[in-house]
């Protein structure tokens, strides 16, 4: 097995372990057994635990990313983008449940704890598509004068509940109800002339 395979192979087991048992539940032997890797393997790769989970966050959060520029409407309105990625975001979570399960431990954990608050006072990181929007919007008086933080929470972390509650088939998100879900969220941050 090539480096890339083995690499890619534990951070896949890491993230299906971590997403099913949580991060204090799954120690590193679990994973290189489940991995079929020696645990020295793993540490030819990742320094420490802490590492891995980051990394497995990461990996996941450049392949959201490209998935959001995909096609993103970089020309159009605001309105546009923002229902361009909330979509975007709706369906690549309920095409990877596991991912979305990670990524919910991960943002309320210690690990994901710091990356929210850059997030609320300005330090973006990657999520510079959405904080061009609300930037935008905000400037051109097209959306509400809250801070960021506050918007990415009113336009986006309703979305999170429904997605949960999709996975766990307490709704359905179909293409109407997405579309429909899309609007409510732009209605939330949208300022009213």
């Not at 890619?8 to 299906?16: D, V």
């Not at 850059?118 to 990657?126: E, I, Q, R, T």
Request: hydrophobic content about 40%.
């Amino acid at each position: 097995m090539k480096d890339s395979d083995k690499r890619g192979k534990i951070m896949q087991t890491a993230l299906e372990l971590f997403a099913e048992q949580g991060f204090h539940g799954v120690p590193m032997t679990m994973i290189a057994q489940k991995a079929s890797v020696a645990i020295g393997t793993i540490y030819l790769y990742f320094t420490n635990k802490e590492s891995l989970i980051n990394e497995v966050f990461l990996e996941m959060e450049k392949t959201i990313i490209a998935t959001i520029q995909d096609e993103l409407p970089t020309n159009r309105p605001i309105r546009e983008r923002f229902l361009h990625v909330t979509r975007v975001l709706i369906k690549y979570f309920i095409n990877h449940p596991l991912q979305f399960r990670y990524m919910e431990q991960y943002m309320n954990s210690p690990f994901g704890i710091s990356r929210r608050r850059d997030a609320v006072v300005g330090k973006y990181s990657n999520y510079e598509i959405l904080s061009v929007i609300f930037e935008e919007g905000i400037t051109h008086q097209i959306l509400k004068d809250l801070p960021i933080g506050m918007l990415y929470s009113v336009g986006i972390g309703s979305l999170m509940f429904l997605i949960r509650d999709h996975i766990l088939g307490f709704v359905t998100l179909d293409e109407n109800s997405i579309n429909q879900v899309t609007e409510a969220c732009w209605d939330g941050i949208k300022r009213y002339r």
